[in-house]
């Protein structure tokens, strides 16, 4: 199975910061990604996928880009909305999987 | 509005058996293939099982891989998802999730979940 891995882990942020989060896969998956945003006691949101093609509803402060391994995910302007977990998650082959996430709390 | 509602969860012993439901709606189900992911506690997200459109194609996970069987009723709209032989690992909550067109592989609608706890 392709490991996906995230970085940082988690940070704290600020309303109003530009905000990185990096997604690796354990090999080239072209551009075989989704991001994912999850709240608390909450299901999931789909943000991205295609790695860079942004989903229907979501704001255009989010976007993504990467191909092969590396990949990112960045928020261009944190709003109190943007405090959560996110994932990223490969569809190049099965099974799917997911990276361990990154939480951002509010600094 | 798309709409995925899952129940049957429940505290269950380890090795016994459990079936999840999901109730479809919003959207013409018999399109679209469908998935199980799951949560542990505090944990990450982990895909379970995937089912195509008409039934005729499942992939599982290796963790669950010959003791959970999924399947799909079109006529009802449904899934779902046989649980058997339970171990503590199983522990999570268990989500519905709607392949997006196309690939398939990724989900742009995903239900609440339904908590499978696994305990003596």
């Known amino acids: 199975a392709i490991r996906m891995t995230q970085s940082p882990s988690s940070f704290s942020a600020s309303t109003g910061d530009r905000v990185t989060i990096t997604c690796r896969a354990s090999?080239?998956?072209?551009?075989?990604l989704a991001w994912y945003q999850q709240k608390p006691g909450k299901a999931p949101k789909l943000l991205i996928y295609?790695?860079?093609t942004l989903q229907s509803g979501v704001p255009s402060r989010f976007s993504g880009s990467g191909s092969g391994t590396d990949f990112t995910l960045t928020i261009s302007c944190l709003q109190s909305e943007d405090f959560a977990t996110y994932y990223c998650q490969q569809y190049y082959s099965y099974p799917v999987t997911f990276g361990p996430g990154t939480k951002v709390d509010i600094k | 509005e798309v709409q995925l509602v899952e129940s049957g969860g429940v505290v269950v012993q380890p090795g016994g058996s459990l079936r999840l439901s999901c109730a479809a709606s919003g959207f013409t189900f018999d399109d679209y293939t469908m998935h199980w992911v799951r949560q542990a506690p505090g944990k990450g997200l982990e895909w379970v099982s995937l089912?195509?459109?008409?039934?005729?194609?499942?992939y599982y996970a290796d963790s669950v891989k010959g003791r959970f069987t999924i399947s799909r009723d079109n006529s009802k709209n449904s899934l779902y998802l046989q649980m058997n032989s339970l171990r503590t690992e199983d522990t999570a909550l268990y989500y519905c999730?709607?392949?997006?067109?196309?690939?398939?592989?990724?989900?742009?609608?995903w239900g609440q979940g339904t908590l499978v706890t696994v305990s003596s």
């Open positions: 295609a790695a860079s």
């Open positions: 089912i195509s459109w008409d039934g005729g194609s499942t």
């Open positions: 999730a709607k392949a997006a067109a196309g690939t398939g592989f990724y989900f742009d609608y």
């Open positions: 090999q080239g998956i072209s551009s075989y």
